[in-house]
């Protein structure tokens, strides 16, 4: 089996490291905040985050540095920075490791980041079950606190950045950056039309810069090793660095593998997770989370980077890859999904809120036998009629599992129609066997 570099992973696989300060210091930490602060200019430092191709890790890939070069110039006033912790992506489980294990690596991203965009002020917003994670957050924090990491007057340098940890409920819709900072104004998450956008208009409607847990955990690298030698990682140039994909589901060994960008999804399924559980061939996949589309045998050799898997026809989303084995139903599969999405979704936007009910509604019926073939025309349409009329991408993530399941398993969705067909058949003619039968219901 190929055996690749970690970098975000690394720390923890020494042994005996508990994530401490003393142990992520002696693992070189906070070696790159202190080359960065006071020593290269803000806008240099995004320069080089530029330069190294890295792109976030919370779903939709936008390049980091450009995303922080969209602040207003020389705003007089609050900036702000927001860690997406909340990884609420079903078969995603990426940033939880990363938090609990070695919370400096995110605290140090996080200061890096703040001091690029000139934040003061930097929230972690984290889902509301990571009850653990919350914890050694805030211990991490009093460490860094401590040791002149963050508070005022930085390492002396006379930068200044607290970071507090905010604690979520648990809704999905969280995880979409503009509801997240509504919840942390206090609000019900509910997402905002865009634009305007963070950048210009985020946290109490100052300029904000929204990232994710990996994504700002991979800064102290860049800045250490270089941006040159992040963007030789991987599928340089659109897909730089490595990343952290979740394993789940009918594979020997399910978890966290962090590999550069670009092996296939056959090397991560059968050489880094071990395989198939079983005797019985892979039959799916979904290859990043819950919101993207499906993928079958055919897609293995698809290479892991944002350009290959959307060119497929899917997306790499949160990294969540979801196995599923010869004999699994593919419309059971979308079923579940479908209840997720049905519970998740806010109700802000009315193709969403009546269409999610509409799905799951539609999808029981054809699971309990009870559906007929203009059930699928019915699937298809609200698919079409829910995408890209939504105030965010929930819309999209809730019809890629039908639509993908439609499109290559169509046929067990007609065996299930065809069923109900045979069985109502079957009663109607008992009944019209059995005298005491009105064949009223
Ligand atoms: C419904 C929905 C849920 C999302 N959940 C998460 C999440 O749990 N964590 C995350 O980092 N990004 C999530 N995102 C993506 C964020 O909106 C945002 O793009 C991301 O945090 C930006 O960080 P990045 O540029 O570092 O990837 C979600 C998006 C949508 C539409």
Redesign the pocket.
Known sequence: MPQYETILLKNMSRPGYTGSLTDYERAGGYQALRKVLGKVAPTEVTEMVKRSGL????????P?GV?WSFLPKDYQGPTYLCC??????PG?FK?RQLIERDPHQILEGIAIASYAIGAETAYIYI?GEFVLGAKILEQALVEARAAGYLGCNILGTGVTLDVWVHRGAGA?????????LESLEGKRGL?RVKPPFPATHGLYNKPTV???????ANLPHIINKGPDWFASIGSPPKSTGTRIFCVSGHVKQPGNYEVPMGITFRELIYEHAGGMRSEKPLKAFIPGGA?AAFFTPEHLDVKMDFESVAQAGSMLG?GGVTVMEEGTSMVWAALRLSEFFYH?SCGKCTPCREGTSWVLQTMQRIWKHQGCQEDLAILLDLCQHITGRTV???G??LIAPIVSTLTYWRHEYEALIQAAATESLISLSTRSRDPGQTGHP
């Open positions: 792109r976030g890790r919370g779903g939709a890939g936008f980091t995303k997406n912790a909340d990884e609420s992506e995603t940033d889902r999905y819709i969280c995880g979409e950056e503009t509801a997240l997402p929204v990232n994710n847990v990996e994504t700002l919101s949160s998740e965010c991408a929930f999209d993530a």
